[in-house]
């Protein structure tokens, strides 16, 4: 049903199209399919041609997304007669070189990844991730995943997590955060989302309801508590590590990224590679949304998106 994806805007997607140059018959990646609206972008460049391979970490994204592309190529799931091949897997971007040799694909054009969450991902209370909605203190993309944002807060020591929320998130009150979650949890687990918030904002001393500043005091404790029980660094410098051998000769990759912390590991990637002869650099500063889209979708306005092309020599 469009429903699925009612209200969901692919971000940067004009210049994800013409900085990627998506062709005909060429093999692309999306690494975060999703609910499939950069995917559409590189299903219709490619003019039902050549093959496209979608991953997901999360299930019931990859299912909307599934649902839409199949959609577009006017056939059936398990059934296709298009003639472009399509690809898509209940896998981590992590995972990407194991998923390609698994299908035979030795060598692929573009490589892309979206960074950011989805609508359905935070609307949904059960899943955790949102400070707005109460629910169970999950954060979990992957519902394969054994460990919650509850069990981080419950059971790490004072300092290991305040070192997870400032290094994840750059929260300067880190520490603050940290003390107020281990005396609040001696008393009592904390297990819902709402509980997390109360417990941060009397660590910062704030009403979360009535505040001057425009993030709300928990943005940055939620996201280094997701990124960790998503292992999203780890998953993100595999990502980086394997993509120069999986790229052909000519080969894009690009990655849009919403905070400085992963940002950051991007730029500072491609800056190595293309040290070592492997990368050139497309966009010199990450390309941002214009004026107009911040306005149409304000969750473009973090969006950073940076592109190098694999060079044609072979590294070493």
Do not use: W
């Amino acid at each position: 049903m469009e429903s699925d994806t009612a209200g969901h805007i692919p971000v940067l997607s004009e210049q994800v199209r013409r900085l990627l140059e998506v062709k005909p018959g060429e093999t692309v990646v999306d690494a975060t399919v999703g609910l499939a609206g950069h995917a559409m972008l590189f299903f219709e460049a490619l003019a039902r041609e050549g093959t496209l391979v979608g991953l997901d970490a999360d299930p019931a994204n990859l299912a909307i997304g599934r649902r839409r592309l199949i959609r577009a190529a006017a056939v059936e799931d398990g059934s296709s007669q298009s003639p472009i091949r399509i690809e898509l897997v209940h896998a981590n971007f992590a995972e990407l070189e194991t998923v390609l040799s698994r299908l035979g694909i030795r060598s692929v054009d573009v490589i892309f990844a979206d960074l950011g969450m989805s609508s359905t991902q935070l609307d949904d209370a059960e899943r955790g991730f949102s400070f707005q909605r109460d629910g169970p203190l999950d954060m979990r993309m992957d519902p394969r995943l054994e460990v919650t944002a509850a069990d981080l807060v419950n059971r790490l020591g004072e300092r290991e997590l305040g070192d997870l929320i400032y290094h994840n998130s750059q929260e300067r009150a880190s520490r603050r955060i940290a003390r107020r979650i281990c005396e609040v949890r001696r008393q009592k687990r904390i297990t819902t989302t709402s509980a997390l918030v109360e417990v941060i904002a009397n660590a910062l001393r704030v009403n979360p309801v009535s505040r001057r500043s425009r993030i709300h005091p928990a943005t940055k404790t939620f996201q280094a508590l997701r990124m960790a029980v998503n292992e999203e660094t780890r998953c993100l410098g595999a990502l980086l590590d394997a993509a120069p051998r999986l790229l052909a000769p000519d080969g894009r990759i690009g990655i849009v990224a919403f905070h400085s912390v992963e940002d950051k590991a991007v730029k500072l990637n491609f800056r190595a590679r293309s040290s070592d002869g492997i990368y050139r650099i497309v966009t010199k500063r990450p390309v941002t949304a214009e004026e107009a889209e911040r306005q149409a979708n304000p969750r473009s306005r973090s969006a950073k998106l940076r592109v190098a092309t694999r060079l044609k020599e072979q590294a070493g």
